[in-house]
């Protein structure tokens, strides 16, 4: 057998007449060019040594492989590619055996498709998610697979990116045995040396046919696929791509297939929403590290949790801990309140239950870890409790006072406030250092985003603490600092000004809704108002009918749930654009002495978008939140950014900040100091550098 080759990230061993390759390289065996040339130097002398009639691939560590190198995109390639590897891999003379455990994702599981047979121990996953890159798998992955399971399933697969466990895999045929958990390498081995002993073929998946003719003959499947996607995938360029190639897959032979499929890859990885998704994946793990808090950070055992309020928020924050096991303790003034937040938590768990994404046994055991109460004293045991009451500064105070008195030394007081000052609700009671701000997104029990919101005062373990318990309950925790609206809603704060200002100089609100969905967001600032319904804070007492919004809640136009808001609503929900709507803005315009006038879409995007981008700029110069990657992790998880375009901070950068800055000046000149650019902004810009390089 040829010697080791010294610093091989790739371990070869012999078993008898098997040698078995061992993957170990980082934490996920991503097939950078160093594992690349690993895998053929040891491949190819596995393959040469007379003495070893099969070969089998295992990943060290945690998993068999997370795919190619995702670092590695958009630079020059060195090295032997993905693609050429595999299909040398598949051309081997001896028969190759993959042992996945953990995860085969990506090229990862494209290695083990040009393997010639798999096993997988039952808790692997396996799958393709280059889709969720901005890519598609370009490593043989969209012409190998359906060749295995048939173009139907590939699509879903391919198109879908979630990861598959073993065991439905091998139902596929994708796996050919399972092994058991704790003896996967002995098991392929084992499997190796039956097909030695049996003399069994080199089977290669580019040599069947049999699946893929049900790509032919009824070509209608993939037409049928578009549509029924067409909504989650609108705005994406990578599910037509993936489509595309398999269809390829089901009419040209192998070879040109690849080809094919080589061919959108580069087109792909080339392109700004790939490079967008790429930067998302990076950004979101980035967020995750605080420069300060170090990851060995202690944090406090959270056992049991607190929640103040039994409204849409109190209820959606319990929902969260309660699906992760934790047990909650729910506290309302009222017991009608508190029935009601019962209730709706019930109906939740149970309206899943009925479309069959959990278990009509675990609506059970989740009521069963949730607690009720009218007294807050009960909070007593709670290591962790947020309070979701309505944002009155007044009432939160009284609140975090009488927490001082109640809970256990050590326990987290935080708050869901969305816009309120923190330090000021820590400063009421004596251990503002245990005080913090966990703001959720509603519906909270759906939306990924978790503002952590860092106090003056707030000490590290609690902010461990609250990063950590945020990711153990699914969500995606990004810290902020103090100020009015945090991150999220204070940029919000300015798209909504601009919107406003842009329906009194005459744009409908209809064609503001319009560019913004275009753009790619899920739904313009109008359709949002009339979901979260126009009445939030607003009395008939202290408005004065001065807003369009005024005036419209003063005709109980109050949104979706009053039937009409900006908008009118079907029983369906469905809407239409409003005459009442447009003839009450031309009222306020005309008061208020605004000249009416058209605008284009380009300065539709502009004035709503361009002032938030200025707004996150000097949120960066004032500290508010640690990096610009982290202001785009809240807008794509708290608002339904478009992750094809990276966050605001982000496509700031591909519109480029010259540009920007321009803008942002003409329009300055003409409405004022709104517009006026942060010296961010304007430094970067000088510089000839984006938010990227900061
Ligand atoms: C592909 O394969 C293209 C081919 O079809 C065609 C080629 C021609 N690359 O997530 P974690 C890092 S595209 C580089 O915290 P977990 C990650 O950033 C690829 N780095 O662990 C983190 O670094 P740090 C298709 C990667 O246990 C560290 O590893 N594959 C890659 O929570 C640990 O990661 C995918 O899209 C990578 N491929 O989750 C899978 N993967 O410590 C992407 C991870 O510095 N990966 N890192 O922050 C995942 O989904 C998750 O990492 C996984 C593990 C589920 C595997």
Same mark, same amino acid.
């Given at each position: 057998m040829a010697q080791e080759v010294k610093d091989n990230p790739v371990s070869t061993a012999r078993e008898g007449a098997v040698a078995v390759l061992t993957l170990q390289s980082g934490p996920v065996n991503a097939l950078g060019s160093g594992l690349r040339q690993g895998i053929l130097t040891a491949f190819e002398a596995a393959e040469a040594d007379p003495a070893v009639k099969a070969i089998v691939l295992i990943g060290g560590g945690r998993m068999f492989s997370a795919g190619a190198d995702i670092s590695e995109f958009g630079k020059p390639q060195s090295g032997i590619s993905l693609p050429d590897l595999l299909n040398r891999v598949e051309a081997s003379t001896k028969p190759v055996v993959a042992a996945i455990h953990g995860n085969a994702l990506g090229g990862g599981l494209e290695t083990a498709l040009a393997c010639h047979y798999r096993v997988a121990v039952p808790s692997a996953k396996v799958g393709l998610p280059e889709v969720k890159l901005g890519i598609l798998p370009g490593a043989g992955g969209t012409q190998r697979l359906p060749r295995v399971v048939g173009p139907r399933k590939a699509l879903e697969v391919i198109v879908g990116g979630s990861p598959i466990g073993a065991k439905a895999a091998a139902g596929m045929g994708l796996i050919d045995e399972l092994a058991p958990e704790d003896s996967l390498r002995a098991h392929a081995v084992a499997f190796a040396e039956r097909v030695i002993a049996e003399g069994r073929p080199l089977t290669k998946i580019r040599d069947r046919n049999d699946k893929i003719a049900e790509g032919r003959e009824s070509p209608g499947l993939f037409a049928a696929f578009r549509e029924e996607n067409a909504r989650k995938t609108r705005g994406f360029e990578a599910p037509e791509a993936c489509i595309a190639c398999i269809e390829a897959a089901c009419r040209l032979p192998f070879d040109e297939g690849l080809a094919f499929e080589r061919a959108e890859f580069q087109k792909l990885v080339s392109g700004t929403q790939s490079a967008a998704q790429r930067y998302v994946f990076f950004a979101e793990r980035q967020a995750a590290k605080i420069p300060d808090v170090p990851d060995d950070t202690p944090a406090r055992p959270i056992a049991r949790v607190g929640v103040i309020g039994a409204g849409t928020m109190g209820g959606g924050i319990s929902m969260n801990f309660l699906n992760a096991g934790i047990p909650v303790t729910i506290v309302e003034t009222k017991r009608e309140a508190l029935d009601r937040g019962l209730k709706t938590i019930r109906t939740n768990y149970e309206n899943t239950a009925k479309k069959g994404r959990l278990r009509p046994e675990d609506v059970e055991t989740r009521m069963g870890l949730l607690s009720d109460t009218l &007294? *807050? %004293? !009960? =909070?007593? &045991? @709670?290591?962790l409790i947020i309070e979701a009451v309505f944002e009155d500064m007044g009432i939160k105070k009284e609140i975090f006072s009488k927490l001082d008195r109640i809970a256990k030394p050590g326990a987290i007081l935080a708050s869901n406030t969305s816009y309120l000052d923190i330090d000021a609700i820590a400063a009421m009671t004596n251990r503002p250092a245990d005080v913090i701000g966990m703001h959720f997104f509603s519906p909270a029990n759906v939306?990924? =985003? *978790? %503002?952590v919101v860092r106090g003056e005062k707030t000490a590290k373990d609690v902010i461990a603490t609250a990063m950590q318990i945020g990711r153990k309950v699914g969500k995606i925790p990004v810290l902020v600092g103090v @100020?009015?609206?945090?991150?999220g809603n204070r940029m919000l704060a300015e798209r909504q000004r601009e919107a406003n200002r842009l329906i009194l100089e005459g744009v409908t609100p209809w064609d503001v809704d319009r560019v913004i969905y275009e753009f790619g967001l899920p739904m313009g600032p109008f359709t949002m108002s009339d979901l979260a319904g126009l009445d939030i804070g607003w009395s008939r007492e202290t408005? !004065? +009918? &001065? +807003?369009v919004r005024d005036l419209l809640c003063e005709q109980d136009r109050r949104g979706q749930k009053t039937g009409a808001g900006f908008y009118d609503y079907d029983a369906r929900r469905k809407a239409t654009p409003s005459k009442v709507t447009e003839e009450i803005i031309a009222k306020v315009a005309e008061r208020q002495g605004v000249k009416r006038r058209d605008a284009t879409d380009q300065e539709i995007l502009e004035r709503t978008l361009y002032p938030m981008v200025n707004e996150g700029a000097k949120i960066l110069e004032e500290g508010k939140a640690i990096r610009a990657s982290d202001i785009d992790i809240v807008w794509i998880n708290g608002y339904g950014w478009p992750v094809y375009r990276g966050g605001p901070m982000f496509w700031a950068d591909t519109v480029g900040l010259p540009k920007v800055l321009e803008r942002l000046r003409a329009y300055q000149a003409e409405y004022g100091d709104a517009f006026k650019p942060s010296a961010l902004l304007e430094r970067l810009a000088a510089e000839g550098k984006g938010f990227k390089d900061l």
């Amino acid at each position: 057998m040829a010697q080791e080759v010294k610093d091989n990230p790739v371990s070869t061993a012999r078993e008898g007449a098997v040698a078995v390759l061992t993957l170990q390289s980082g934490p996920v065996n991503a097939l950078g060019s160093g594992l690349r040339q690993g895998i053929l130097t040891a491949f190819e002398a596995a393959e040469a040594d007379p003495a070893v009639k099969a070969i089998v691939l295992i990943g060290g560590g945690r998993m068999f492989s997370a795919g190619a190198d995702i670092s590695e995109f958009g630079k020059p390639q060195s090295g032997i590619s993905l693609p050429d590897l595999l299909n040398r891999v598949e051309a081997s003379t001896k028969p190759v055996v993959a042992a996945i455990h953990g995860n085969a994702l990506g090229g990862g599981l494209e290695t083990a498709l040009a393997c010639h047979y798999r096993v997988a121990v039952p808790s692997a996953k396996v799958g393709l998610p280059e889709v969720k890159l901005g890519i598609l798998p370009g490593a043989g992955g969209t012409q190998r697979l359906p060749r295995v399971v048939g173009p139907r399933k590939a699509l879903e697969v391919i198109v879908g990116g979630s990861p598959i466990g073993a065991k439905a895999a091998a139902g596929m045929g994708l796996i050919d045995e399972l092994a058991p958990e704790d003896s996967l390498r002995a098991h392929a081995v084992a499997f190796a040396e039956r097909v030695i002993a049996e003399g069994r073929p080199l089977t290669k998946i580019r040599d069947r046919n049999d699946k893929i003719a049900e790509g032919r003959e009824s070509p209608g499947l993939f037409a049928a696929f578009r549509e029924e996607n067409a909504r989650k995938t609108r705005g994406f360029e990578a599910p037509e791509a993936c489509i595309a190639c398999i269809e390829a897959a089901c009419r040209l032979p192998f070879d040109e297939g690849l080809a094919f499929e080589r061919a959108e890859f580069q087109k792909l990885v080339s392109g700004t929403q790939s490079a967008a998704q790429r930067y998302v994946f990076f950004a979101e793990r980035q967020a995750a590290k605080i420069p300060d808090v170090p990851d060995d950070t202690p944090a406090r055992p959270i056992a049991r949790v607190g929640v103040i309020g039994a409204g849409t928020m109190g209820g959606g924050i319990s929902m969260n801990f309660l699906n992760a096991g934790i047990p909650v303790t729910i506290v309302e003034t009222k017991r009608e309140a508190l029935d009601r937040g019962l209730k709706t938590i019930r109906t939740n768990y149970e309206n899943t239950a009925k479309k069959g994404r959990l278990r009509p046994e675990d609506v059970e055991t989740r009521m069963g870890l949730l607690s009720d109460t009218l &007294e *807050l %004293e !009960k =909070l007593a &045991e @709670c290591d962790l409790i947020i309070e979701a009451v309505f944002e009155d500064m007044g009432i939160k105070k009284e609140i975090f006072s009488k927490l001082d008195r109640i809970a256990k030394p050590g326990a987290i007081l935080a708050s869901n406030t969305s816009y309120l000052d923190i330090d000021a609700i820590a400063a009421m009671t004596n251990r503002p250092a245990d005080v913090i701000g966990m703001h959720f997104f509603s519906p909270a029990n759906v939306m990924r =985003l *978790l %503002e952590v919101v860092r106090g003056e005062k707030t000490a590290k373990d609690v902010i461990a603490t609250a990063m950590q318990i945020g990711r153990k309950v699914g969500k995606i925790p990004v810290l902020v600092g103090v @100020c009015h609206g945090f991150v999220g809603n204070r940029m919000l704060a300015e798209r909504q000004r601009e919107a406003n200002r842009l329906i009194l100089e005459g744009v409908t609100p209809w064609d503001v809704d319009r560019v913004i969905y275009e753009f790619g967001l899920p739904m313009g600032p109008f359709t949002m108002s009339d979901l979260a319904g126009l009445d939030i804070g607003w009395s008939r007492e202290t408005n !004065k +009918s &001065e +807003s369009v919004r005024d005036l419209l809640c003063e005709q109980d136009r109050r949104g979706q749930k009053t039937g009409a808001g900006f908008y009118d609503y079907d029983a369906r929900r469905k809407a239409t654009p409003s005459k009442v709507t447009e003839e009450i803005i031309a009222k306020v315009a005309e008061r208020q002495g605004v000249k009416r006038r058209d605008a284009t879409d380009q300065e539709i995007l502009e004035r709503t978008l361009y002032p938030m981008v200025n707004e996150g700029a000097k949120i960066l110069e004032e500290g508010k939140a640690i990096r610009a990657s982290d202001i785009d992790i809240v807008w794509i998880n708290g608002y339904g950014w478009p992750v094809y375009r990276g966050g605001p901070m982000f496509w700031a950068d591909t519109v480029g900040l010259p540009k920007v800055l321009e803008r942002l000046r003409a329009y300055q000149a003409e409405y004022g100091d709104a517009f006026k650019p942060s010296a961010l902004l304007e430094r970067l810009a000088a510089e000839g550098k984006g938010f990227k390089d900061l």
